[in-house]
């Protein structure tokens, strides 16, 4: 059973992070963006030092984001991980939901790299990512959740992986 959990208040990222079920993350700071391969032991490093991010892989998601109070995290786990009692778990309902995924940044070059006129350098990518078509795009693969508490239902989502985007599927 799928679960969410938060952790609020920290110096820095919980040190039982499971990075290793992450595969990608992006990554955000004062001097900018990246997108890092997290299947790479270093790269799982560099996302630490960033000041908000988003890691994902085929079985969870960390999000997390420095505010003045400390570290702000959240967890999704399909395998009901969380980040120990004091993260406060609580169970999700996967279901059916649109869009199924987001697109990035992008469309693809014949060097490899990706190209948007809005930001002012070739963007990369994993280098075990899909390859799409030349001038295609990637996305990431979403999963829809519910999230209920009474009489309330929430809806959310995680992402899963990186996938090609084929011709006119846009």
Known sequence: MACICSLEGLPALPNDVPWGEFTSAMVEAAWGMEFLDLKQPDSRREAERY???????DVSELRWVLRESGMHVVFISDLGRDLGPISLPSTLEAVNGAP???????ERQGNGK???????????????APKPKASGRLA???????????????PLFRCMRIVAVEDGDE
């Open 100 to 106: 199924e995924r987001l697109l990035l940044w992008g």
């Open 51 to 57: 000041v908000c991010g988003l890691a994902f892989g």
């Open 114 to 128: 990706y190209y948007d006129s809005r930001i002012p350098r070739l963007l990369s990518y994993p280098e075990w």
């Open 140 to 154: 990431i693969r979403l999963r829809h959740y519910e999230l209920r508490e009474g009489d309330r239902v929430t």
